[in-house]
């Protein structure tokens, strides 16, 4: 945990410049430091003597207080038990929010921004925009909690050849009846006939061509017929975020259009710092050690041999503009694995640039697919795509379902609102599924294991959370972390022990997934935690527990688990109810 890495880190940095106590959880101890096998070789000395050195060391800077155990042991292990009274006094300082509950302040806080979500305007949000969705506000959520400052921008598709067709489609329906349709009907339906009509209609096809050069010559006609189409677009996007759980809003679109005007600036730049080849007669840049398959050199196109601009020089014209009018420190990119030697090239190219420098950094946060129960590409029985609005649908109705089925089970009436209820076990078994697996595995999507109440799933920590709730509502007092500060004592059982000591550890598992992008690490945390409190629940009386002090300080420590858990599955997007 991060005090016992306060206590040794500047230690190994004295004997090896940049070595790290490589501390980590032990079934030994409550913590082992491995790194002084590291020192030890590089210093030439014998592991056990480095390990000793450095644990004399450690115990004259305060380990002492911290642990009642601490010893060397194999070929130079350092294991750590932390002391009773120090898990106590930790726990009593508790406070609600991130830094409060341990997550450590950044020392330099960032400008980020993180780009995510990124649906195509009419057309449906559908399973593919899933992941991008999820991933980006879990990590725009706990990038927040440490300190940073984050911009959340949706990268929406809005620009292009294809708009030419829409909004001639759009003219062709009427005005007033094309924009009742997109506000009511689905986008795919509208987009499906312009397709269809562009196909098979040679002068609508005609029409459709000319309408692409009036939208990107800027007549105002086209401009407000093409706004129209995005802007219903976006209210579909905002429902769908919305009902998902996910932060993105309308004030945070920022489409491929934004950046049209800033293009041609971004072509002269290239040009003008000699990276531009013409290269059968399209633009491009090479970046070094990019290669294709015969080894030759690679090309960025950012220009077409027509003249037009390409998603290369987009993501450039974004990138300058996120560091420059923005002052980005860093931007994230949470984009399908697929699209990884796209972003290396781009980066590549903006530095080449000056567009990122040595005080900005992009990042690709790439991740797999979402496969059906058989192992291949999620989609409907019919073998279509399956729409966002109903795989959200379906998991709130099958959470319903579910909960019905387990109140019939118990004889217990199901307390609450069940739809709202419902809703939060669906969703939250849809999110937590995907942020639970590396994000850059491909993961099945099966209902029967997501909303299952065993195992590491979102209903099994909700419903930890629900069980911390009933104790409170049974003491007839609220489970306030404020209220039960310095009530700790030290733990008895094994049991509580555990619990107290996972819950202490949550600074260091967000600070973990933070740094390496990766959800699942919270999520692995937070079935850790849930785990421990059912031990604990299961062996440790609170209630109907004396003396007082003793049932107070459980309490305590029931109220420092809610806190954890509802915060912790907060930051995951997915919400904690009450009652289950």
Known sequence: MSLLDAVLAPIFDDLVPGASPALRPSQRADFQADGALQVARALGRAPREVAQEILSRAMERGLEQMCDRAEVAG????????????????????????????APVQRRRLKVVVDYGGPNAAKQMHVG???????????????????????????IGDWGANFGMLVEHLCDLGEDRGAEELAMGDLETFYQAARAQYETDASFAE???????????????TLRL???????????????????????????????????????????????????????????????GHTNREGAPLPLIVQNSAGGFTYAATDLAAIKDRTQRIGADLIVYVVGLPQTEHFKMVFAVARMAGWLGPSSEAVHVGFGNVLGPDGKMFRTRQGGTVKLSELLQEA???????????TEQTGQPLDGDMARTAAAVGIGAIKYADLSTDRTRDYRFDWDRMLSFDGNTAPYIQYAHARVCSIFRRAGTAADLTAMAGRALPPEEDEEREL?????????????????????????????????????????????????????????????????????????????????
């Not at 130079?76 to 409060?100: T, V, Y």
């Open 396 to 406: 709130e109705d099958r959470a319903r379902a579910l909960m019905i089925a387990r």
């Open 75 to 102: 070929p130079g292990f350092i294991n750590l038990r932390l002391s009773a009274g120090m898990l106590a006094g930790r726990l009593a300082r508790l406070r609600p929010g991130a830094e409060g509950l341990g």
């Open 226 to 288: 093409w706004r129209l189409l995005v802007d219903a677009s976006v209210a579909h996007f905002d429902r769908d975020f919305q009902r998902l759980g996910v932060e993105l809003t309308r004030e945070d679109v920022v489409g491929e259009s934004f950046y049209n005007p800033m293009l041609e600036d971004v072509v002269t730049e290239l040009a003008a710092a000699g990276l531009l080849v013409d290269s059968d007669g399209a633009r491009c840049v090479f970046p070094p």
């Open 500 to 580: 107290a000591k996972t819950v202490l550890c949550f600074g260091d598992a967000l600070q973990s997934s933070v740094e390496s992008y990766g959800p699942h690490k919270l999520c692995a945390y937070l079935f850790e935690l849930a785990s421990g409190f059912t031990r604990f629940y299961e062996k440790c009386r609170v209630l109907d527990v004396a003396p007082a002090e003793l049932r107070a300080s459980r309490l305590a420590l029931c109220a420092a688990t809610g806190e954890v858990l509802a915060y912790g599955l907060g930051l995951l997007g997915i919400e904690a109810p009450e009652r289950m």
């Open 207 to 221: 029409r459709a061509r000319a309408r692409v050069v009036l939208l990107q010559s800027g007549d105002p006609a």
């Open 129 to 155: 925009h899933l992941r991008s969705s999820i991933i980006g506000d879990a990590l725009v959520r706990a990038l927040r909690a440490v300190g940073h400052d984050v911009v959340r921008e949706n990268h």
